[in-house]
């Protein structure tokens, strides 16, 4: 039980007790602790929560491990996670459900870039620290003018992944250069994460020499790609690729196989989950998604994360953003800890100032997370710019090429 207390003028009462987090597990209790919320919100259910899932349990890991090590001491972690389903007015609403809790200090999240535009205003409007560990769109870090002017429209807005700006030229390098495919149907979900990376990349294909043969968009939740097959397979085109997530990229794949036409579908980090391959079965095998960073088992850091996420029996898939949401947490509780060593070894009891405090300490991270160094630029993007590019072999999904793109 968690007895922690929050007065009204925004200060936080220390407690002579553990805590309790999502996972169940207890915190120790040593003496006088402080209870801090790091909230989550990612779909949880429905659409695009196998990915989701990875996010919330990867934070709910860093979370265990700044308890059970006392990275902060004094000070006992909890999680709140909120399943937004994909949904815009969700993810805001859910943002105000975080803001307003007083002992929260800072949130991980969204998956989805069109769920961020709706929760950043509620964000900065707190001074409250937001890092996800998924979204791609440049704007949400560099403004609308990002390709001309950029401009960061949030100091509160971090992301430990990188922008469609770079995944979709990596795609388009790898789709002529590597994959020698010259002439790609593109198509899109309409969403904001699905169009933009789509245009990107055919803006970088066709600069690489390859030829559009033909667009066209969709909507989420469709189930009949009949029409869009038929006009595929009068594009003569040797590639298709699908701006979106996994739900409706595993059904057109399937139906694209099943009407002869033996073209990949190439996709982005909405692709990159172990559902498409579920979904689409023996129809995925030579498909392809770009990945944000590398293969996290690829990484000695990693190793135990992953083993502690298997060994707890969590759902969801923590190949895709499992250790990038761990890696967010860990940035803010890093910059709790700052706050509190500045303030001699004592967090500031007054929840505004903390928070004012943890996106300080944010912008200047500098660490080595799961997935490599943690710091973020001027316009609070990642420094890690590698990508990866993975292919479905035997049913699963592996990595032929990693790198970083190169825009022309």
Request: glycine share 12%; with cysteine.
């Amino acid at each position: 039980m968690i007895l922690t207390s929050v007065l009204t003028t925004g200060a936080l009462t220390l407690t002579a007790c553990g805590s309790r987090d999502d996972s169940g597990d207890k915190g120790g209790d040593s003496g006088s602790s402080t209870t801090l919320t790091i909230g989550v919100d990612a779909p949880l259910s429905g659409e695009n929560s196998t990915t989701g899932l990875g996010i919330q349990y990867g934070a709910q890991i860093a979370i265990d491990d700044a308890n059970k090590n006392n990275w902060v001491p004094g000070v006992k972690f909890q999680l709140k996670a909120l399943d937004d389903k994909a949904q815009p007015a969700t993810g805001q609403s859910n943002a105000t459900n975080i803001v307003g809790d007083k002992t929260a200090v800072g949130a991980v999240g969204p998956l989805n870039s069109g769920v961020a535009q709706t929760m950043q205003q509620v964000f900065a409007s707190a001074n409250m620290v937001q890092i996800s560990p998924a979204n791609t769109n440049p704007e949400l870090t560099q403004g609308k003018n990002w390709q001309t002017d950029k401009k960061r429209p949030f100091k509160t807005y971090f992301r430990t992944a990188t922008t469609d700006e770079l995944q979709g030229s990596f795609a388009a390098g790898y789709a002529y250069n590597g994959l020698k495919k010259k002439k790609a149907f593109v198509v899109d979900d309409k969403q904001t994460y699905g169009a933009g990376l789509a245009k990107i990349f055919a803006e970088q294909y066709k600069k690489l020499g390859g030829k559009i043969a033909g667009t066209d968009h969709v909507n989420t939740g469709d189930k009949d790609f009949g029409s869009l097959v038929t006009k595929i397979k009068n594009s003569g085109a040797d590639l298709l690729y699908y701006g979106g997530q996994y739900d409706e990229s595993a059904l057109i794949t399937k139906q694209l196989k099943d009407a002869g036409v033996k073209i990949p579908l190439f996709g982005g980090d909405g692709m990159f989950a172990s559902t498409y391959i579920e979904a689409a079965g023996k129809s995925s095998e030579g498909d392809l998604a770009t990945a944000i960073g590398v293969p996290a088992d690829t990484l000695p850091a990693a190793k135990q994360f992953i083993q502690t996420y298997k060994d707890k029996g969590y759902k969801g898939d923590y190949g895709a953003y499992g250790a990038y949401a761990y890696d967010a947490t860990t940035a803010i509780i890093k910059a709790v800890k700052a706050a509190a060593d500045a303030n001699g070894g004592k967090v500031p009891s007054d929840i505004n100032d903390l928070r004012s405090k943890v996106v300080d300490g944010v912008q200047k991270s500098d660490f080595e997370g799961l997935t490599g160094k943690i710091s973020f630029d001027e316009y609070g993007d990642t420094t890690n710019k590698q990508l990866t590019v993975y292919q479905v072999e035997k049913g699963a999904w592996k990595a032929v090429e990693t790198g970083t793109a190169d825009l022309q």
